[in-house]
């Protein structure tokens, strides 16, 4: 395990399994996540380790989804994708299933969201192929071990993730705007946290913009349509990477008869190292 500071506990989270899941290995982890104890946000959890989001379409609406993915590789880094009507990951990780192990997920319907629930077991179906795609907070441990804080880790709270007014390119069915997480750095710290997560991307990568949000479409930069708003302080300048909640903005736009996804922050933690990802 990496030294990195021990995140805030999330909110409504009891003690107890805080501490568990803090000490505990991937496997282990999503073992909690299984039993329903754990349904928070998964930043700053198993650091070292690649963490992941979901989509999951129909077959029908799947290879539109994969030639989307392929033409949009920052917001939608394929880590692995499953055999129709699979439950279990094969490459990212073992003893996983796709439908209990990610602490929340959405229910969307013709692009409306429906539901949100803590495993979609009753919700599976043998048609259906699930995407897991490279996240973020795979990065935010190798920032914290050079020295950058990760505000929304130290607030106790999600990222803030903000609908933009980048345009994705478009594949078949499969069109929207982009989504795009935000993380306070200090000024002179910006180039290091480029050159990290850089080094990174299949979990998104370097940066898609930084500094005036509103050069990207965000409206109020203290309103994330997603997650939570975190403190600026004097000194600092918002960094936005590329989001893996973009597939819930496509969701929304193109309204396939339905979608599951995991629930903004809400994350699967794989078993792959992110030095196994780094170019």
């Given at each position: 395990m990496l030294n990195t500071p021990v995140p805030a506990k999330p909110e409504g989270i009891a003690d107890d399994v805080w501490a568990n899941m803090l000490d505990a290995s991937p496997a282990e982890a999503r073992r909690l996540i299984r039993t329903g104890a754990f349904t928070a946000p998964t930043s700053g959890l198993c650091p070292?380790?690649?963490?992941?989001?979901?989509?999951?379409?129909?077959?029908?609406?799947?290879?539109d989804?994969?030639?989307?993915?392929?033409?949009?590789?920052?917001?939608?880094?394929?880590?692995?994708?499953?055999?129709?009507?699979?439950?279990?990951?094969t490459i990212c990780a073992t003893d996983c299933d796709i439908a209990?192990?990610?602490p929340r997920y959405r229910i969307y319907?013709?692009?409306?969201?429906?539901?949100?629930?803590?495993?979609v077991a009753d919700y599976w179906r043998d048609d259906l192929v699930s995407f897991v795609i490279g996240c973020s907070f795979s990065f935010e441990s190798e920032l914290v071990e050079a020295g950058i804080e990760i505000r929304h880790n130290t607030m106790g709270c999600n990222v803030p993730m903000y609908l933009t007014g980048v345009d994705c390119?478009?594949?078949?069915?499969?069109?929207?705007?982009?989504?795009?997480?935000m993380r306070p750095i200090p000024h002179d710290q910006v180039v290091k946290a480029v050159q990290i997560s850089g080094a990174i991307p299949q979990v998104h990568g370097a940066p898609i913009h930084i500094g005036d949000p509103a050069a990207i479409g965000v409206r109020d930069i203290a309103r994330p349509e997603f997650g939570d708003p975190v403190?600026?302080?004097?000194g600092e300048v918002p960094v936005f990477w590329a989001c893996g909640v973009t597939p819930q903005s496509i969701v929304m736009n193109s309204k396939p008869p339905f979608a599951i996804t995991h629930a903004p922050g809400c994350m699967l933690i794989t078993d792959t190292k992110n030095i196994d990802l780094k170019e």
């Open positions: 070292g380790y690649a963490q992941a989001n979901l989509i999951v379409l129909p077959r029908e609406q799947a290879y989804f994969l030639l989307f993915a392929q033409r949009n590789p920052k917001p939608c880094p394929l880590l692995e994708v499953t055999e129709v009507g699979a439950r279990e990951t209990t192990d990610f319907e013709y692009g409306e969201l429906v539901a949100e629930v803590e495993n390119k478009p594949a078949g069915t499969m069109s929207g705007k982009m989504v795009m997480s403190d600026i302080h004097e």
